[in-house]
């Protein structure tokens, strides 16, 4: 206690300094419960983080295996696709890229291995776009994975096909650079192994490849086969890239649902009780200032104070340690972890500050705690 009741009568502005006197005298239980505060929520939201990441990781991972990517091709056999009506799906909002695209498996030898027989494929300009490449010209080439280790080539390294087989099939006859090497198996397993160039968007093609927005893959699988026109005679058949069940959860679905979501809640509330253990010792000193005329409304205010200040702190401080820990040991995003601990920091604020709000009203019976004290 810091002294005596003030002459002109007790003001809000004397609970306060009470109470941060209060705390100064009693820095070690204070340091110690901010401290207790602070690594409970630092491992509520490092925990929640790590969950959040592995929920993105995967979902990641199946983008790059082609999660995102829809096939549009005929039902019958030997049908085939308008290449203008697919490359024009780019413009269609939630539409990422569109290309159409063929697979030609051993189609063409290679000038200097005659022994050799590459599979070609070739797409319209947007495959440029799920590649994450510029956009090719006439005499510029991308060579899948495989086929780089396989003849040890690299970006700017220079072949040819035989000239005859090249011109049966309409392929370029010259000397094409690779611009890029990419794993064409994003696009099928037929492509793994191929040679991708780029071809107009006129005539048909095999197959549509449609990259889309996950919001709008429903709406597109069923917009997509009258879009490209289909008739009641050749009907076209919309599948995803990869199989159902490579990631059946719906990403956003299964990161709203996660068990974790609420831990900083959770901590919150604990913090807050943590403090009202300590109030609940420290009742005879309440009974005390009411003893000497501190009003209610004045007690109040110290406790809920004191609270506050070491709550506060702890979960502050408990968020900054909760991030730093899941940047640095399990990789999280820094972004998105920023913006998850200032959630769980705002929640778990509103929580504690409530059960120290809730716990800090009621004054102990005076008389009883005077003679407890």
């Known amino acids: 206690m810091s002294g005596e009741i003030p002459r002109n009568g007790w003001r809000a502005r004397h609970s306060v300094a009470e109470a941060v006197a209060n ?11 901010i401290a207790v505060v602070a690594v409970m929520v630092a491992a509520a939201v490092a925990v929640d983080l790590a969950a959040a990441h592995k929920i993105v990781a995967a979902e990641d991972s199946y983008l790059a295996s082609g999660g995102d990517l829809l096939i549009a091709r005929p039902t019958s056999d030997g ?9 024009s799906l780019s413009g ?17 030898g290679i000038v200097g291995r005659p022994e ?9 300009s947007g495959v440029a776009a799920l590649l994450g490449i510029e956009p090719l010209h006439a005499d510029q080439a991308v060579v899948s994975t495989l086929i780089a280790d396989r003849w040890q080539w690299s970006t700017g390294s220079r072949f040819q096909f035989e000239p ?6 309409n392929l370029p006859q010259g000397v094409l650079t690779t611009a890029a090497v990419a794993d064409l198996g994003l696009i099928s397993e037929g492509a793994s192994t191929g040679v991708l160039l780029t071809r107009t968007e006129t005539g048909t093609a095999q197959t549509c490849y449609v990259q889309v927005a996950a919001a709008y893959k429903d709406d597109l699988m ?3 086969p009258a879009l490209l026109g289909e008739t009641s005679t050749e009907a076209i058949q919309v599948a995803e890239r990869l199989p159902a069940g490579g990631f059946a959860q719906d990403p956003a679905h299964e990161f709203d649902a996660r068990s974790t979501r609420w831990i900083g809640a959770a901590a919150g509330a604990i913090a807050g009780l943590l403090w009202a253990v300590v109030g609940w010792t420290r009742r005879g000193r309440a009974a005390l200032y009411a003893s000497i005329g501190v009003p209610w409304s004045g007690g109040i205010l110290i406790r809920w104070t004191e609270g506050l200040i070491v709550v506060g702190a702890g979960i502050l401080w408990g968020a900054v340690l909760g991030l730093g820990a899941a940047v640095t040991w399990w990789g999280a995003d820094p972004a998105l972890g920023a913006t998850m601990a200032m959630q769980h920091l705002c929640v778990a604020l509103a929580t504690g500050f409530i059960v120290v709000v809730l716990t800090g009203v ?5 008389l009883a705690m005077l003679k407890a004290r």
């Open 23 to 33: 705390l100064r005298g009693s820095g070690f239980l204070a340091v110690t419960v």
């Open 79 to 87: 049908g085939v696709i308008d290449a203008a009506a697919c490359a």
């Open 92 to 108: 269609v909002e939630g539409v990422r890229t569109a290309f159409a695209l063929d697979v030609q498996t051993g189609a063409v």
């Open 116 to 124: 050799t027989r590459q599979t070609v494929v070739t797409a319209t």
């Open 164 to 169: 005859d087989a090249a011109s049966d099939l």
């Open 222 to 224: 069923e917009a997509i």
């Open 362 to 366: 009621p004054r102990p019976p005076t």
